[in-house]
DNA sequence: CTGAAAGCGCTTACAG
DNA sequence: CTGAAAGCGCTTACAG
């Protein structure tokens, strides 16, 4: 309606008050008479006007901004977890009055995330995936910019979210050795990662709480794909009972070399993974999975990012839960 | 090295010139003389002065920002294809000074893009995705925000990036009738796409041009999961020597139910598709279909974006070229 | 060729 | 409770 570009100036004048006053009833900080800002707050109302994000932010060093920082590289079957989970921060970021800026990158370049932040454009960054050495964590260390990883990390003093993956696989594990699996053929990326390593705890933990002994011949790991499917002869000819992957990209794979084998899940081999991601959710058989919620953890990230923008606290380490999704691959 | 908030009145006292000449030296506009901006130049070069962004862009009324609207809702096989833009995009806006803001949104929930504009945290606007009705595309017009469609749009005075289906399909149907098929099985997905009636007419187009019948009971549209399966039962039942998928996600649909029906590609039954993401990339044997570059589209859109920012021409359509893969799953 | 001054649209001590 | 004024860090007519 009418002019879009109204400011606090014309307010003020039209109210026959000063921008200071229009300034603190649009804040709410500072006193303020409450007939004064219920006259403001109608006016503005009526008039449609918007405050300048840009100037506010100019005036009090913000920038309403948080950085995202997401993959150039990726494996196909992560994309939708960096999805889901930006959806989750500009959820609670666009709740909280800021928007998303994106930075999309390659492992340790940190060219881009150096252009933004020396452009000021952001008052925070959340990270989408780390590394072991990792130069954009060392980068925002070295700057002092508030940061929160989405996945973990071995940095010190970092706040990061995660799931759960070490007490989510264990319970997993648990659950087939309670349905009486004993012959359990674990199969497992790359060590390098830090979620394999959690995994892989997971899986150690559950065995040894059961008083099972593990089968160190049926454990398989750095798995790539050709490997996965020299793996699956291998676990087979072991006699395992059960395939235990990773992840939802081993998992497919592992599937269709079964098909191709014409051995059928379940009656002939047992299939769960450590994942659930829609790669395989409308497998048939269902599959004996994980259940993680990605956008919750962007929410989380999100929100303690804002919660360090706000006077950051000592920094924190939170882990998200997860749901066993019990399917008919592990039937018998 | 040193004090990180170094300001233009900073380089201007020490230098013992005016501001202005700072300004005038770094952004090259307005008279100065050659000696002042080189020492201006190297001043600031020396103590890693970085100008304020968002102060500049108070100054202009602008903020080196462009929207991106990408897909909340969207089909896991198109993840691949967005992320590819938003690369390209962000290869030629990052080029130009300018960085993405991300917005996420379902179909034509203009909620959250409005906010953006209203918050005038923006220049302009790229969407990756459109529709026969538009919201989004409404609000942008109405406020009159530049704007560029990745993919065609019926919208009036609109300027839009797409690859050129039509003239692809017409050349991938074209090289398969001249290989001497001729019941070619047409494989489609919803009709109330633009992009699939762009394919629709590079079918048509090529048999028109060949001068050779079309076989309507062969062409199968409005496909979903469960159809497809049935329609290539059908399509086997009918005699077709090929099956021509218009998308990859029908593509890998058809591929998994010849496999169930142990119908053997390409010696029962040739394949080809009218796109070639990722998900196809590593089929045994190598799928015949056509490639697009998704991220010089995003590159293209960007480049017609700033165009406009920096004062506008007519609005224009822009077709990218595509290449021909021709893979063993249609030899004979 | 160079500079003083006003302006972009807000916020915020400092006075009253 | 309210306002005049300075400030955030830049740009840009307008003079000289």
New binding site residues.
Partial sequence: MGNE?I???DVAAAL?????????A??G?????????QRVLAYIEEHN????V???G????VTFNICVVMPDDYVLVDLPFFHEVIVGIQETASENGYDILLCVSRENETGHLRRILDNRKVDGVILLRTFLKDLHIELLQEKKIPFVTAGSTLYRNTTQVDNDHSSACAELTLLLLSRGFRRIALFGGAESFVVTQSRLLGYHEAFAQALIDEVPELIFMNLDREAADAAVETAISRQAECILCMDDMLCSQVLGKLRMLQVSVPEEMCVASYYNSSVLSHNVPDITSLSFNERELGKEACRLLLEQLAGADAPKKLLLSYQIVEGSSTCR
């Fill in positions: 570009n400011t606090i100036a026959g008050v000063s921008k200071t006053t229009v300034s603190r649009i804040s900080k500072g006193r303020i008479g409450d007939a004064t800002r006007y918007r405050p300048n840009i100037a506010k100019l005036a009090q060093s």
